[in-house]
């Protein structure tokens, strides 16, 4: 079993940044890609960011590509995502999700995600 716990959310103004944090226990953190997704109002839910277990490989939405940078300390079990240059658009409910699998696969596939943390939420107001 894993646990995800994320953190940092906020609200911040447009132009402004935001660190989220995704703190991992229960299982070899080491091993498994991660991946953050949001959910805005009355949308679905959609891919943000995901990264391979060493790290060797990361994935951005186009909406987030040259923004939003996606980190991990395995040593510390913590999956982060740094937001900068937010937009109101980015206003959403920010969940980490883990894959059960060691393998990368499609890092954009939600279906491919077992474990999923509460979510913070990210307000970007105008």
């Known amino acids: 079993q894993v646990q995800l716990v994320e953190s940092g959310g906020g609200l911040v103004q447009a132009g402004g940044s935001l660190r989220l944090s995704c703190t991992a226990s229960?299982?070899?953190?080491?091993?498994?890609?991660m991946g953050w997704f949001r959910q805005a109002p009355g949308k679905e839910r959609e891919f943000v960011a995901a990264?391979?277990?060493?790290?060797?490989?990361?994935d951005y939405a186009d909406s987030v590509k040259g923004r939003f940078t996606i980190s991990r300390d395995n040593a510390a079990n913590t999956l982060y995502l740094q937001m900068n240059s937010l937009k109101p658009e980015d206003t959403a409910l920010y969940y980490c999700?883990?894959?059960?699998?060691?393998?990368?696969?499609?890092?954009?596939?939600?279906?491919?995600?077992?474990?999923w943390g509460q979510g913070t939420q990210v307000t970007v107001s105008s």
């Open positions: 999700a883990a894959k059960i699998r060691a393998t990368y696969g499609s890092p954009s596939e939600e279906g491919e995600y077992y474990y």
């Open positions: 229960g299982r070899a953190f080491s091993t498994t890609p």
């Open positions: 990264i391979s277990s060493r790290s060797s490989m990361t």
